[in-house]
């Protein structure tokens, strides 16, 4: 079972527990048939994209649990610099390392948006970043390479991001940011090829 799978599996016998649900019942809901549910559940393989956010919707109906406050938290007191982003790249949470690694003076980017924050360079990589798959839960990591332009010269940063399945169907980003030299941040870029790598479940190794 992969990681893809082995998350839609999880969610889904969770909103079936919780709402009381055949899978039967389910498969009316979703419009797809009760050997479908069986097989999400049992890993085989994860639902279609269209039947995704259907089942985040439905599961949706009440708030994340407590592992998703423990995450926030993780991250706001991290001894590393580190931060939370949602989709649209919308920080959750940043903790004060990172926004000293950064070199950035705004205490709280809470609900703002990378983009527009760090000037048109930044916001390319964030908007390739955004499209590669890691909110669609078919990402297991990103590394993003980022060139920060500030008066007293640039800031060359590398971000290693994984995503965070919430308990309501969400998908967050954990993104922990290191602070690199002119030359890493060349030596990578080549090594990349682009300003993005990606590695899906699937290129795990088993």
Known sequence: ???VSDYWARLIRALRQREHLTQQALGELLGVDQTSISRWERGCDPPAFSQRQRIRDLYRRHAGNRQDQVTRARVRNAFWPSSLVGPGAVFIEINTRALSEIGLTLTDLRGR???GLF????DDVTERWDHTGIFDGELAMTISLNRID???GP???KTLDTPHFTSDGDIWCLCEIQRI???EHTR???EF???NFSLPFDALPA
């Not at 000037?119 to 930044?122: D, R």
């Open 1 to 3: 079972m992969d990681g």
């Open 181 to 183: 030299s002119e030359a």
């Open 119 to 122: 000037g048109p360079q930044v």
């Open 150 to 152: 500030r008066p007293d």
């Open 155 to 157: 800031v060359f940063v």
């Open 193 to 195: 090829g682009c300003v």
């Open 188 to 190: 990578l870029m080549t």
């Open 113 to 115: 948006t990378i983009y």
